[in-house]
T-cell receptor, first 113, second 111 residues
Framework: DAGITQSPRHKVTETGTPVTLRCHQT?????MYWYRQDPGHGLRLIHY???????DKGEVSDGYSVSRSKTEDFLLTLESATSSQTSVYFC????????????FGPGTRLTVT | GENVEQHPSTLSVQEGDSAVIKCTYS??????FPWYKQELGKGPQLIID?????GEKKDQRIAVTLNKTAKHFSLHITETQPEDSAVYFC??????????FGTGTSLTVIP
């Protein structure tokens, strides 16, 4: 499982509230990613990080922000959750060097009511 | 950006038969094509990948083929077993930062 944990694993929140999801890795990987998975859309990249304090946007970044103050933690924040952000969120790491291999965490199911 | 299309969306095969899942991509700059298997309630698991400088790669019962000219790649599973039942995703990437996924194929292997 590449030493990836996500917390919480399940969360129900109300529209308009802030939410932070955490991804933690134990193997010192430089690259980390946040995806959302929705029926009919596969996985879509929200944001990624290529080092501490180095992040960039993916294809569905609107409404999300990220932070990475330590190598092992990558946080995804929904500043004001909306029902359209109800989804399953996956964190992933990429192995080093020229390898593009990605390994995923177990996911967080978020429901915004 | 890249657009990855995956077919079929569902596939049922008898145990022991072969299964083939196909993907097309739009960006000729894409050079890395992984396949993932996702079981219910779990994260996707990398099962095989191929780079653009290779036409075919095999790992036991799983193989992937790539046709750069036509911009399509396929996953082949031979001698299918019930434990192969899962959702399979293809993806394409260029720099290794932006990965674009297909919409998934739900494979059912009938014992």
């Amino acid at each position: 499982d590449a030493g990836i944990t996500q917390s919480p694993r399940h969360k129900v929140t109300e529209t308009g509230t802030p939410v932070t999801l955490r991804c933690h890795q134990t193997e010192n990987h430089r690259y980390m990613y946040w995806y959302r998975q929705d029926p009919g859309h596969g996985l879509r990249l929200i944001h990624y990080s290529y080092g501490v304090k180095d992040t960039d946007k993916g294809e569905v970044s609107d409404g999300y922000s990220v932070s990475r103050s330590k190598t092992e933690d990558f946080l995804l924040t929904l500043e004001s959750a909306t029902s359209s952000q109800t989804s399953v969120y996956f964190c992933a790491i990429r192995t080093a060097g020229n390898s593009y291999e990605q390994y995923f965490g177990p996911g967080t199911r978020l429901t915004v009511t | 950006g890249e657009n990855v299309e995956q077919h079929p969306s569902t596939l049922s095969v008898q145990e022991g038969d072969s299964a083939v899942i196909k993907c097309t991509y739009s960006d000729s700059a894409s050079n890395y094509f992984p396949w993932y298997k996702q079981e219910l309630g779990k994260g996707p698991q990398l099962i095989i990948d191929i780079r653009s400088n290779v036409g075919e790669k095999k790992d036991q019962r799983i193989a992937v083929t790539l046709n750069k000219t036509a911009k399509h790649f396929s996953l082949h599973i031979t001698e299918t077993q019930p434990e192969d039942s899962a959702v399979y995703f293809c993806a394409a990437a260029n720099t290794g930062n932006q990965f674009y996924f297909g919409t998934g194929t739900s494979l059912t292997v009938i014992p």
